[in-house]
């Protein structure tokens, strides 16, 4: 039997904390999870050892950020470490699960660690320098959108320099330099780390504010992906080769124009380089965004509308890196979505639009009404339809605050009718969020369900049913207990439950010793499945085991 020792590490977590360092400020802060990952998957001829395949992992993060008047310094190091990962087979040491791999040195195949952000910044009266990493987005993301995305564990920094410069109402942005993607994951099970393609990225944006109730900027960008893994101190030989693609656009937004306030952003682009898109003419596309919101009353309209046309192909390469460079407004309710919808959500050509309604009609209860209509014209990549498709999706919701109950939740239909007799996909689910006194204690309830029937495809998949229950019980204002129950049959994701084969159980305590710190402790299984954050979608594992944690911020 093999077992993990978790003990001492947890014990060498550490917390935040900050000390005074001569004139200037230390603030340090951990970030450390231990998981002991469970299998069924047997060794042939060691059926009886059960537990064989069995393995734990440990994964720390720490930051570091030193203030001195003006002057920012900032460090990230990323560790992991594998144990009860080995054993020998007939006289041979056997590693079970490969931590890395090409491009990426460990002294030891166990273990990993990594100096994966460093800054030093400083501001002025005119404005701010930065160099080492960074993140940088224009307008709505449409053309650059290079951020940290924590929902889904991706942290993709621009390695170079950052500049702003305001004066008056004009402010200035730059930034230029390669990408730096996270190796090591925090939530996630890391296994077969690679190196990194440093991907050349340099933009520029000019805002000017303040023209009566109007603010107008422009920007562009340019892009050079890089094909191999190699050190970043090799990425500057990428300045001499020619750019994949560029973009240039703007945005304009009006404040009280005609009673509403309104934002429009359009952007071209050029791509040069066709060698991943096969015999396809990329050439030019274009993504055009707008939105108005309008305050009648009681009821409050979010009006949204979308166009776009080569947009992803931007993220071809950085794609199969995990991260994505451009990631614009999706208009989707992304809380659902699938195998199927993901493909609208990556469309290169789709255009649509979405109102909301919000109705302040009594004091306590908040009912709302959403539509998102599109028209989905690619027929390739992640789509398994065959000829162009337009989506409809309507979704009802409310939110209730009372003095002891606070209730939201939203229900909807999304209908995907294909031009041919195909049939369609549809989609139902319903969603809410609970907070309610249980006796002296406090209650939380978190359901979220829905139901995908497929149309005729090609290669036929099954309908299926998903759901996840969450269900919080907090005895004490540090302490929360918290019970998890998933469903799935959706026989496209790669993983099983640890009740029956589609039903998933678990539990988890939580306990907050301090408003910056908290330490969790998990036993079960969850599922596998996409989850998506701001526009960016991602395939997540499912896990079983036992999962240690304790996180703490400046």
Request: with cysteine; proline share 4%.
């Amino acid at each position: 039997m093999k077992t993990p020792i978790l003990l001492p590490l947890v014990l060498a977590s550490g917390s935040a904390w900050a000390l005074e360092v001569g004139e200037g400020a230390l603030a340090i802060s951990e970030d450390v999870e231990i998981r002991y990952f469970q299998s069924s998957d047997t060794l042939d001829g060691f059926e009886e050892h059960g537990n064989l395949l069995d393995y734990g992992e440990e994964v720390s993060r720490s930051n570091l950020l030193w203030t001195q008047e003006d002057w920012m310094i900032g460090v990230q190091v990323d560790q992991v470490a594998l144990f009860a990962n080995r054993y020998y087979l007939d006289d041979s040491l056997v590693y079970e699960h490969e931590l890395v791999t090409d491009g990426v040195w460990s002294p030891t195949p166990d273990a990993y660690a990594n100096l994966e952000k460093l800054w030093v910044g400083r501001s002025m009266d005119w404005g701010d320098v930065q160099v080492g990493d960074g993140y940088v987005a224009f307008g709505r993301g449409l053309a650059l959108s290079l951020v940290r995305n924590t929902d889904i564990d991706l942290d993709t920094s621009l390695r170079g320099v950052h500049t702003s410069v305001q004066s008056g109402d004009w402010e200035l942005v730059a930034a230029g330099g390669w990408t730096n993607q996270q190796q090591v994951q925090q939530d996630n099970p890391n296994y077969l780390l690679r190196g990194e393609r440093h991907s050349l990225v340099a933009g520029l944006r000019v805002d000017r504010y303040a023209l009566g109730p109007t603010n107008v900027g422009l920007h562009g960008v340019a892009y050079r992906f890089a094909r191999e893994v190699s050190p970043i101190w090799e990425a500057p030989a990428s300045l001499g080769e020619p750019l994949d693609a560029v973009a240039a656009g703007g945005s304009v937004e009006w404040m009280g124009l005609a009673g509403m306030d309104w934002f429009v952003e359009g952007d071209v682009f050029h791509h040069f380089n066709d060698d991943l898109h096969g015999d396809e003419e990329v050439g030019l596309g274009h993504a055009v965004y707008a939105s108005t919101a309008a305050y009648l009353g009681a009821a409050s309209v979010l009006l949204e509308a979308k166009h776009y046309v080569g947009a992803e192909r931007l993220n071809t390469y950085s794609s199969l890196e995990g991260y994505e460079v451009v990631s614009g407004p999706t208009l989707e309710y992304e809380r659902v979505i699938t195998e199927d919808s993901s493909a609208a959500m990556n469309s290169n050509d789709i255009a649509g639009a979405r109102v909301q309604v919000d109705l302040a009609i009594w004091e306590q209860v908040t009912p709302r009404v959403a539509v998102g209509l599109f028209r989905d014209q690619e027929l390739g990549g992640l789509h398994f339809n065959r000829v162009p498709e337009t989506i409809v999706h309507p979704v009802l919701g409310a939110e209730y605050f009372g003095s002891n109950v606070q209730c939201i939740v939203n229900a909807g239909r999304r209908v995907d009718l294909r031009d041919d007799d195909s049939g369609e996909d549809v989609l139902t689910h319903l969603d809410m969020a609970l907070d309610f006194p249980l006796g002296p204690w406090h209650g939380e309830l978190i359901i979220d369900a829905h139901r995908f029937e497929w149309g005729n495809n090609v290669n036929q998949q099954s309908d299926f049913t998903s759901s996840s229950t969450a269900l919080g019980v907090r005895p004490a204002e540090a302490w929360t207990l918290v019970l998890y129950n998933d469903y799935s049959d959706n026989p496209l994701i790669p993983s099983d439950g640890n009740l029956t084969e589609t039903l998933y159980g678990a539990l988890e305590l939580h306990y907050q010793p301090a408003q910056a710190t908290t330490v969790k402790a998990f036993y079960g299984a969850y599922k596998a499945g996409i989850r998506c954050a701001g526009g960016q979608c991602r395939n997540l594992p499912g896990f079983e085991g036992a999962r240690v944690s304790m996180t703490t911020n400046f």
